[in-house]
């Protein structure tokens, strides 16, 4: 079981940057891939970035390859989002999510958190 909380999110400006984080429990974080999903209203949900259990690899939508990296420190049982160049249609909830391999599909997942909210205003 691995339970996970996301902060970090909150109002910025277009063009600004935010980090997000998400705080796994479960000595078996480091052996789950992590992804990054996202949700705006009315929306479904959206794939952002994924990231291998071992960091080794990563993998993005086209749309925030250039303006986000996803990271993780699995010492400290953390996965990031940094976020660059903000726009507004970033805005949504945005979700980090545990599974057995890294993929864009939300269904590989196992486990989600609740979400954080990020809001770009202009």
């Known amino acids: 079981q691995v339970q996970l909380v996301e902060s970090g999110g909150g109002l910025v400006q277009a063009g600004g940057s935010l980090r997000l984080s998400c705080a796994a429990s479960?000595?078996?974080?480091?052996?789950?891939?992590m992804g990054w999903f996202r949700q705006a209203p009315g929306k479904e949900r959206e794939f952002v970035a994924t990231?291998?259990?071992?960091?080794?690899?990563?993998y993005y939508a086209d749309s925030m390859k250039a303006r986000f990296t996803i990271s993780r420190d699995n010492a400290k049982n953390t996965v990031y989002l940094q976020m660059n160049s903000l726009k507004r249609e970033d805005t949504a909830v945005y979700y980090c999510?545990?599974?057995?391999?890294?993929?864009?599909?939300?269904?590989?997942?196992?486990?989600w958190g609740q979400g954080t909210q990020v809001t770009v205003s202009s």
């Open positions: 990231i291998r259990w071992s960091g080794s690899r990563t």
């Open positions: 999510a545990a599974g057995r391999i890294a993929t864009m599909d939300p269904n590989d997942y196992d486990y």
């Open positions: 479960g000595r078996t974080f480091s052996s789950y891939s």
